[in-house]
C-alpha cells in the first residue's frame, strides 16, 4: 500500500492534534501536514494546484469553520481543478443531516465521517 499523504483542515486545535496523531498512528509512514483555518488551506492549493508532489491523497475537511466552511472550501477547491485529484472526506461532531444531504450533492466528497476520526474506518475507505 502506497503511503498516505494527509492534509487536515481543522479550526479546533486539540481536534487537530488528536486527528494528526491517531493518522500518524495508523498510517505508518504517512505524511500529515494541517491547516487550522479553511482560508489557509485555499491558499496552500492555489499555490500548490499544479505540483503533485505537495498534494495530498486524503483531505480532511472539517464543516463547520469561520470565514470558509468545508462546503465552501470544496466550492473554491473545484474552481482550481478541473478534478480533484485527491479523496475528501469531510469531519464533524454534529452529524446533521442537511450536512449529509449536502455531502451526497457533491461530486467531490467521498463521505462525512464524525470526530474523533475512527482511523479503522478510514482504511477502508482510502
Known amino acids: ?7 487536515i483542515v481543522d479550526d479546533n486545535p486539540i481536534d487537530l492534534m488528536v486527528n494528526r496523531r491517531l493518522l500518524q498512528n495508523t ?10 483555518n479553511s482560508v489557509d488551506a ?19 475537511l472539517d464543516i463547520i469553520m469561520p470565514r470558509l466552511d468545508g462546503f465552501q472550501v470544496i466550492e473554491e ?6 478534478a480533484i485529484p485527491f479523496k475528501i472526506f469531510l469531519l464533524s461532531s454534529t452529524l446533521d443531516d442537511a ?9 467531490s466528497v467521498q463521505r462525512i465521517l464524525g470526530k474523533p476520526l475512527d482511523t479503522e474506518n478510514l482504511k477502508t475507505l482510502i
Open 1 to 7: 500500500m502506497i503511503q498516505p499523504k494527509f492534509i
Open 27 to 36: 498510517f505508518e509512514g504517512a505524511t500529515v501536514n494541517s491547516f487550522n
Open 42 to 60: 485555499v491558499e496552500f492549493f492555489k499555490k500548490n494546484g499544479n505540483n503533485s508532489a505537495e498534494l495530498p491523497n486524503v483531505l480532511l
Open 77 to 82: 477547491l473545484e474552481k482550481i481543478f478541473t
Open 99 to 107: 450536512d449529509f444531504d449536502k455531502a451526497k450533492e457533491s461530486r
